[in-house]
Nanobody
Framework: QVQLVESGGGLVQPGGSLRLSCAAS????????MGWYRQAPGKQRELVAH???????NYADSVKGRFTISRDGAKNTVYLQMNSLKPEDTAVYYC?????????WGQGTQVTVSS
């Protein structure tokens, strides 16, 4: 059974930082590309950051220079370090695992940026 479990969300003030984690089980982690997506109320889910099996990364323009995605194959975990957070970063953040074998989603973690 595939499970992606996100953690690390919460309430933070503008300018603050959070680190999200996504622990994967039931998959061969190193065979999957991993991504972080987010969905704000009334908006479509959007890609935030993506990391390939080899560690290449790409980011949405809105988060470049502020967010960093990384992965740890020994822990089957992908991270999203979020700095200089803005109110417009408020959303539910989802972890995704993608390979030719399928696509899997976590349940999401809420990030709220507010003073």
């Amino acid at each position: 059974q595939v499970q992606l479990v996100e953690s690390g969300g919460g309430l933070v003030q503008p300018g603050g930082s959070l680190r999200l984690s996504c622990a994967a089980s039931g998959i061969i982690f190193n065979m999957y590309e991993m991504g972080w997506y987010r969905q704000a109320p009334g908006k479509q889910r959007e890609l935030v950051a993506h990391i390939t099996r080899g560690g290449s990364t790409n980011y949405a323009d809105s988060v470049k220079g502020r967010f960093t995605i990384s992965r740890d194959g020994a822990k089957n975990t992908v991270y999203l370090q979020m700095n200089s957070l803005k109110p417009e970063d408020t959303a539910v953040y989802y972890c995704n695992a993608l390979s030719g074998l399928g696509s899997h989603w976590g349940q999401g973690t809420q990030v709220t940026v507010s003073s």
